[in-house]
């Protein structure tokens, strides 16, 4: 139950952070690029039993 609720967590700051948004243009692609990250190895985690 917890993990879900992260992982749709990440997922909604995932979207957040991407540079299309009018507030995060000038950040690039590094915010989006590490939750990216951080939830592809929850899903991971996730998907192998050990979250």
Same mark, same amino acid.
């Given at each position: 139950?917890?993990? *879900? +609720? ?6 909604? @700051?995932? @979207? #957040? !952070?991407?540079? *299309? %948004?009018?507030?995060?243009?000038? %950040? ?5 690029? !590490? +939750?990216?990250? +951080?939830?592809? +190895?929850?899903?991971?985690?996730? @998907?192998? #039993?050990?979250?």
């Amino acid at each position: 139950m917890l993990g *879900t +609720i992260l992982i749709v967590v990440l997922v909604l @700051l995932l @979207l #957040g !952070a991407l540079p *299309t %948004w009018p507030h995060s243009q000038k %950040w690039g692609y590094y915010p989006s690029g !590490a +939750i990216g990250l +951080i939830l592809l +190895i929850l899903v991971i985690l996730f @998907l192998t #039993g050990r979250l």
